[in-house]
């Protein structure tokens, strides 16, 4: 944990100044600690001495100069006893910034521990004793899963994954809104197609399905029954094959979404909740507490009392429960059932609901208790150009298409590419090439070419024994190129933390990127196995180090780590 190391290093400098005279008494300030985009300037650096100038009123340039030797005394008071520093190198630069180099030694011990910790590198604990409910996908369970569906898929599960790295027992839930004018409407088109293929009269609902998966869903259901349900009464044939139906295209989604790879730890259904009267219920609730009054014959919700722009209505003056009443039930059955944090990953078009939805949690004591994620839509496209039909179907692509298409590793790698507040590009050409533009496919070669350099060094008699070499082995690992590649390595733990914290899976896709770059120069510019039996060791435990890094973020990410290709 370079970061957290180099942090408290530069806080004791501070006390240190401090204790000396040398500054006036303050605390340490809030200051930026990153990774220095130019090698020139050292392996990290940080801004705190500007920082302090604000409080003290001196010259940062001058406390630079300061923690700077302050930081350098430190390291070489940890050598003294023969052992290497920290620190190689503290540099001021520019108005008062401090360029830091780390010691070789201390590079070469954070790839021990990579070593040591193998798949359990980057793990956190700092979530530990929370439970987190994810709710996503969520698609409506009587049509087909759209491509925006795989991407919510991806972000969910691996938002997920970051979570319970982070170590937060996260439960992954899908939301069924299987209640309804559109159940109704559903079984009726699924009804009208039945009878269209029984060869008998039949009024396609004016606002039914039209897709052709309705009418595939009637084949299935009359192939399976044989016209079973035609001799029953119309209503009582209508409830059954909508049930059926539901159920049929239920389980379909639920197919999907377990052939890539997500599997949801529960499927809640706004039915149960209706049937239970837990919505009628809580809106009885609402108004015994003030928190809801009726007015025009309607029950409305006061959530402008809660930093919403105006009260919404919980019941309309039919008398049907909206949907914002189902959801407000549905939300706090989620918090009775023992979570700290409910995270929703919702579309971009859902953006006018998240107020008033936060402000219900608010008013029910939760301020704090729902987290919202919205996401942009996925713009298909092939060669560049726009794809917008299936040239199977004639319709929308679907999810399944998709995937069927370009592979699973690839579907998920790049629905993950780009934050979730912007809109993705999904080239299917490019998802399916297995050239180094396409990026699940260069990062996965990354670690398929370390794979294959084992396979190698075990057909010349190497010795690959995974255990670590001694540190004067591993000074060995002298150039820049292998010093650049050691650096990216441990920068994975770092990433994982602030990925998990602001909610950022697509972090892992450019970091992997760049580490599969880093590796691919290190890789044309140097021999792994040579005549050298003691740099052979060296560099083939650097190369295992990347490999494992690699498969760590990948396993986040969902996707595999092919050992050839």
């Given at each position: 944990m370079i970061a957290k190391e180099l942090r408290e290093m530069i806080v004791a400098a501070i006390n240190d100044a401090v204790a000396a005279g040398e500054i006036p008494p303050v605390d340490a300030p809030d200051f930026v600690l990153e990774r220095p985009r130019l090698k020139a300037h050292g392996d990290w650096a940080t801004n705190a001495a500007l920082a302090l100038s604000r409080n003290l009123g001196r010259s940062p340039r001058d406390i630079a100069d300061i923690l700077a030797r302050r930081l350098q005394e430190g390291t070489e008071a940890q050598g003294a006893d023969g052992g290497a520093g920290t620190l190689r190198s503290v540099e001021v630069a520019g108005p008062g910034f401090i360029n830091i180099t780390l010691s070789q030694d201390r590079v070469l011990g954070e790839l021990v521990r990579v070593a040591n910790e193998g798949e359990t590198y980057g793990r956190w604990s700092f979530g530990e004793g929370r439970r987190f409910n994810v709710e996503f996908v969520s698609a409506n369970p009587v049509g087909p899963l759209h491509v925006g569906h795989g991407r919510w898929a991806a972000l969910g599960?691996?938002?997920?994954?970051l979570l319970e790295a982070a170590?937060?027992?996260?439960?992954?839930?899908?939301?069924?809104n299987d209640y309804g004018s559109q159940m109704d409407v559903f079984a009726a088109s699924v009804e009208a197609r039945y009878l269209e293929l029984a060869g008998l009269e039949?009024?396609?609902?004016a606002e039914g399905y039209h897709g052709a998966y309705v009418a595939d869903i009637a084949r299935a259901l009359l192939a399976e029954d044989g016209g079973r349900p035609l001799q029953k009464p119309p209503d009582e044939r209508r409830s059954e094959l909508g049930e059926r139906a539901y159920r049929m295209a239920l389980s379909h989604i639920q197919d999907s979404m377990a052939s890539f790879g997500v599997t949801?730890?529960?499927?809640?259904?706004?039915?149960?909740?209706q049937q239970a009267g837990a919505v009628e219920k809580e809106v009885r609730s609402l108004i015994a507490d003030g928190l809801a009054y009726e007015k025009d014959g309607a029950v409305w919700m006061a959530t402008s009392r809660f930093g919403d722009d105006k009260d919404r209505v919980l019941v309309?003056?039919?008398?049907?429960?909206?949907?914002?009443?189902?959801?407000?039930?549905?939300?706090l059955d989620k918090m009775a059932r023992g979570y700290d944090h409910l995270i929703n990953i919702w579309g971009a078009d859902h953006h006018g609901y998240v107020r008033r939805m936060q402000a219900?949690?608010?008013?029910?004591?939760?301020?704090?208790?729902l987290e919202v994620i919205l996401g942009q839509l996925v713009n298909l496209k092939r060669g560049g150009e726009p794809v917008r039909m299936s040239k199977r179907t004639g319709?929308?692509?679907t999810f399944d298409e998709l995937v069927e298409e370009v592979g699973r590793d690839a579907a998920r790698y790049l629905f993950l590419t780009r934050s979730q507040d912007t809109a993705l590009d999904f080239d299917i050409q490019l998802a399916v090439e297995e050239s180094m533009d396409n990026p699940v496919y260069y990062v996965q070669y990354a670690h398929a070419r370390i794979c294959s350099i084992l396979r190698y060094g075990s057909g010349k008699g190497v010795d690959l024994s995974e255990d670590v070499p001694g540190m004067e082995i591993l000074r060995l690992l002298e150039s820049e190129e292998e010093a650049d590649l050691a650096l990216?390595?441990?920068?994975?733990?770092?990433?994982?933390?602030?990925a998990a914290m602001d909610r950022a899976p697509h972090r892992l896709t450019r970091y992997l990127e760049e580490l599969a770059a880093v590796f691919h120069v290190f890789y044309n510019r140097h021999r792994v196995i040579s005549d050298d039996a003691e740099l052979t060791a060296a560099r083939l435990f650097l190369v295992r180090c990347a490999r494992q890094v690699i498969r760590n973020g990948l396993a986040i990410l969902g996707v595999s780590a092919p050992e050839s290709m």
């Amino acid at each position: 944990m370079i970061a957290k190391e180099l942090r408290e290093m530069i806080v004791a400098a501070i006390n240190d100044a401090v204790a000396a005279g040398e500054i006036p008494p303050v605390d340490a300030p809030d200051f930026v600690l990153e990774r220095p985009r130019l090698k020139a300037h050292g392996d990290w650096a940080t801004n705190a001495a500007l920082a302090l100038s604000r409080n003290l009123g001196r010259s940062p340039r001058d406390i630079a100069d300061i923690l700077a030797r302050r930081l350098q005394e430190g390291t070489e008071a940890q050598g003294a006893d023969g052992g290497a520093g920290t620190l190689r190198s503290v540099e001021v630069a520019g108005p008062g910034f401090i360029n830091i180099t780390l010691s070789q030694d201390r590079v070469l011990g954070e790839l021990v521990r990579v070593a040591n910790e193998g798949e359990t590198y980057g793990r956190w604990s700092f979530g530990e004793g929370r439970r987190f409910n994810v709710e996503f996908v969520s698609a409506n369970p009587v049509g087909p899963l759209h491509v925006g569906h795989g991407r919510w898929a991806a972000l969910g599960d691996a938002l997920c994954k970051l979570l319970e790295a982070a170590g937060y027992a996260v439960d992954r839930e899908f939301y069924l809104n299987d209640y309804g004018s559109q159940m109704d409407v559903f079984a009726a088109s699924v009804e009208a197609r039945y009878l269209e293929l029984a060869g008998l009269e039949f009024e396609f609902p004016a606002e039914g399905y039209h897709g052709a998966y309705v009418a595939d869903i009637a084949r299935a259901l009359l192939a399976e029954d044989g016209g079973r349900p035609l001799q029953k009464p119309p209503d009582e044939r209508r409830s059954e094959l909508g049930e059926r139906a539901y159920r049929m295209a239920l389980s379909h989604i639920q197919d999907s979404m377990a052939s890539f790879g997500v599997t949801f730890d529960a499927w809640a259904s706004e039915r149960e909740l209706q049937q239970a009267g837990a919505v009628e219920k809580e809106v009885r609730s609402l108004i015994a507490d003030g928190l809801a009054y009726e007015k025009d014959g309607a029950v409305w919700m006061a959530t402008s009392r809660f930093g919403d722009d105006k009260d919404r209505v919980l019941v309309r003056s039919s008398g049907a429960p909206t949907y914002f009443a189902a959801d407000i039930a549905y939300h706090l059955d989620k918090m009775a059932r023992g979570y700290d944090h409910l995270i929703n990953i919702w579309g971009a078009d859902h953006h006018g609901y998240v107020r008033r939805m936060q402000a219900a949690m608010e008013a029910r004591g939760y301020p704090d208790g729902l987290e919202v994620i919205l996401g942009q839509l996925v713009n298909l496209k092939r060669g560049g150009e726009p794809v917008r039909m299936s040239k199977r179907t004639g319709e929308m692509v679907t999810f399944d298409e998709l995937v069927e298409e370009v592979g699973r590793d690839a579907a998920r790698y790049l629905f993950l590419t780009r934050s979730q507040d912007t809109a993705l590009d999904f080239d299917i050409q490019l998802a399916v090439e297995e050239s180094m533009d396409n990026p699940v496919y260069y990062v996965q070669y990354a670690h398929a070419r370390i794979c294959s350099i084992l396979r190698y060094g075990s057909g010349k008699g190497v010795d690959l024994s995974e255990d670590v070499p001694g540190m004067e082995i591993l000074r060995l690992l002298e150039s820049e190129e292998e010093a650049d590649l050691a650096l990216k390595i441990f920068e994975f733990e770092e990433l994982v933390r602030d990925a998990a914290m602001d909610r950022a899976p697509h972090r892992l896709t450019r970091y992997l990127e760049e580490l599969a770059a880093v590796f691919h120069v290190f890789y044309n510019r140097h021999r792994v196995i040579s005549d050298d039996a003691e740099l052979t060791a060296a560099r083939l435990f650097l190369v295992r180090c990347a490999r494992q890094v690699i498969r760590n973020g990948l396993a986040i990410l969902g996707v595999s780590a092919p050992e050839s290709m």
